[in-house]
């Protein structure tokens, strides 16, 4: 009605540049572009956290977004780009609430 | 090492004395100039920053990024909430260790916050205390892990099932191992032909899920 639907949804874009997983620094602010290919819930000790697995041709890393379940717009086979600061939990790159982006 | 304690009250200025004696160099911040000037910088290795702890800009310049530990000692939770959550989200520092002041905010120190490791006095007084007074009962000294595994300790009582067996001969169970005897105030390596004795004190590092049969093999049913 007052021209809002559009930017209601979440904007996408086609491209971002970020380097590959395999090839990642550890405790830098990097971009990672990738696909996500597995979705999990858990409760750590009774609060919810969501943890995403994302992967690219190099490798996979994963995601955790503390005190949430889901992220309406991050799903299955969904190509995100993803910046933080990613470290080694138990010798996978992981990165804790980082900022997403959705790409097309 | 490299390590960042946020708070300078007694227990963060005891920190980084103790931690710089043993050759660490330690960043302390607290946002009080008199609270970070009072600190004893014998060692050398003690750097004070004024700055508020819970903020990103004062954590850079203390120099999270390479840090290998942080500690927040702060007396308020909320404040040690929030530094350990930025130390593990914005710089990724390895071992986020973070002190409970109020018991009833533990539940919150945990990974979710981007804590490794909590230490909550009460808690632990609790345990020292449960630790002195119980005889023949398992008693929790230490969560390693996230949890998953723990220091066990118990003192066996005279109708212990342990009591005149080897190490070997109990049935313990899985995942689990005696670390050591203590016995007449000395330390006793254990070995498989090590015989417990009643009112022997032994430690067992073990995870969670065996407690149970834990307690059969050295306390027995009751």
Known sequence: MFGRK??????????????????????????????????????????????????????????????????????????????????????????????YQLLV | MKIIIAGAGSVGRYMAEQLSKFGHDIVLIDTSAKAVGRVDNQSGKIVGLVGDGCEVNTLANAGAKDADVIAAVTGDDE?????????????????????VNNPNNEWMFNEMWGIDVSVSTPHLLTALVEEAVAVGSLVKLLSLEHGKAGLNEVTLADNSPAVGKAISELALPRESTVVAVIRDGHVVVPTPDTVLHAADEVLILATGDVESELGNALIGNK
């Open chain 1, 6 to 99: 559009k930017s209601a949804s979440a904007p996408e874009v086609q491209s971002v540049d970020g380097v590959s997983i395999s090839e990642a620094p550890r405790r830098e602010r990097t971009t990672i572009v990738g696909k996500v290919i597995r979705m999990q819930s858990k409760p750590a000790q009774g609060l919810p956290t969501m943890v995403v697995s994302i992967g690219d041709d190099t490798g996979t890393c994963i995601a955790t977004w503390t005190g949430r379940r889901t992220i309406g717009a991050i799903t299955l086979g969904r190509r995100i780009a993803i910046t933080g600061v990613g470290t080694d939990a138990s010798g996978i790159l992981t990165f804790v609430n980082p900022e």
């Open chain 2, 79 to 99: 404040d040690n909430l929030v530094i350990s959550l930025l130390a593990k989200q914005e710089f990724g520092v390895p071992r986020v260790v973070a002190r």
